[in-house]
């Protein structure tokens, strides 16, 4: 019986990379290996943030970040974990952090083949209010055995062989792409697994939610302004769409992939880059969004297309549902024809 199946043969996450490994014949697991280490990363960081408000975690750390605000103790906590986890896997030579400025490049004895990029705890600024807060990652493999540099992780984001975000909330949620698709994993306490429980997730073709910081709109360009205008006002007879913007990108991002909808946070005349970081946000999201069925988009070209220049740049982004991506896409077309 199908739910017999379901209780006794439990597809954790474990099993689930192990089979889609089982497709590449030549592969040693190495790459099983390293997302087992992300994984137990994900499991600790999982416990510490539940445990947060008790813990007396919450508050600051007193240092700051690249990016200069106030890093919270789960910050630096969650970054650690991650790094030595992913060290230890035996199978990386270049990480690069949102907590760190440079890119840290693994001792010769502990090197693999794979380069990792990460945001180890995406939307701290949301921890004290406990709204949900997350992990990304994305990794590479580099691109020859010469000594690694900084190219083997300023690729394109096409490049990415595997992503995934791990969502700290009611419920703590991996959501995972080698290039077959998308797949969700909920951890179970009892077991100390990730659980498969939404196999194969596909985004809705086109969304009724639209999600962005309306508090920029007096710096937005036209396309943006003109598309959140018609996502208020639609002048094609259909329902406005609700807004929805959590401020936490993988809340946000999580609800667009699986309700359908579009994210987006565009460039404005503060920021001409907008605020969201190549590397480790825009890249494993686009990804998953792809994968999923749904596209990304930077304004100027497809998002995975973007070759970046350096560790921590930034982007503008438009993801989500695919006709509502392709609707933002043309308002820019029809913005660069005028010019
Ligand atoms: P704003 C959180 O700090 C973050 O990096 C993302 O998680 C989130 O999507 C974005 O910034 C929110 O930015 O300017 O709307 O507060």
């Known amino acids: 019986h199908a739910a017999d ?15 889609e490994q089982s497709k590449y ?28 408000g008790l813990a007396k975690l919450i508050g600051l750390a007193g240092e700051t970040n690249v990016q200069g605000e106030e890093q919270k103790k789960l910050d630096v906590l969650s970054n650690e974990v991650f790094i030595k986890a992913l060290v230890s896997s035996g199978r990386t030579c270049i990480l690069v952090s949102e907590e760190d400025e440079e890119a840290m490049f693994v001792e010769r004895s502990k090197r693999g083949r794979y380069c990792v990029v990460f945001d180890p705890l995406d939307g701290s600024s949301n921890i004290d209010c406990g709204v949900s807060i997350g992990t990304i990652f994305g990794i ?18 096409k490049n990415l062989l595997a992503a995934g ?90 609800r667009t992939l699986l309700y359908g909808g579009i994210f987006l946070y565009p460039a404005d005349k503060k920021s001409p880059n907008g605020k969201l970081r190549v590397l480790y946000e825009i890249f494993p999201m686009s990804f998953l969004m792809e994968q999923a ?22 982007s503008p982004i438009f993801l989500g549902s695919y006709d509502d991506v392709e609707e933002i896409k043309a308002l820019y077309a029809a913005e660069g024809k005028k010019e």
């Open 140 to 157: 590479y493999m580099v691109k020859d055995n010469h000594e690694p540099t900084l190219d083997d992780v300023l690729q394109p984001g």
């Open 165 to 254: 975000y791990c969502m700290y909330g009611s419920s703590c949620t991996l959501v995972l792409s080698t290039g077959g698709g998308v797949n969700g994993f909920t951890l179970d306490p009892s077991l100390g697994e990730f659980i498969l429980t939404h196999p194969d997730i596909k985004i809705p073709k086109k969304g009724k939610i639209y999600s962005v910081n309306e508090g920029n709109a007096k710096n937005w360009d036209g396309p943006t302004a003109k598309f959140v205008e018609k996502c208020k006002f639609p002048n094609d007879g259909s329902s406005s769409k609700s807004l929805r913007y959590v401020g936490s990108m993988v809340a946000d991002v999580h």
């Open 293 to 314: 069925g749904g596209q990304a988009f930077t304004g100027k070209q497809r998002a995975l297309d973007l070759v970046p220049t350096k560790i921590h740049e930034r």
């Open 25 to 52: 014949p030549e592969s040693r697991g190495d790459f099983t290996i390293l997302l087992n280490h992300i994984v137990l990363g994900c499991k600790f960081v999982c416990s510490s943030v539940n445990k947060a």
């Open 5 to 19: 199946a379901h209780r006794t043969d439990l597809m954790t996450i474990t099993r689930f990379v192990l089979n």
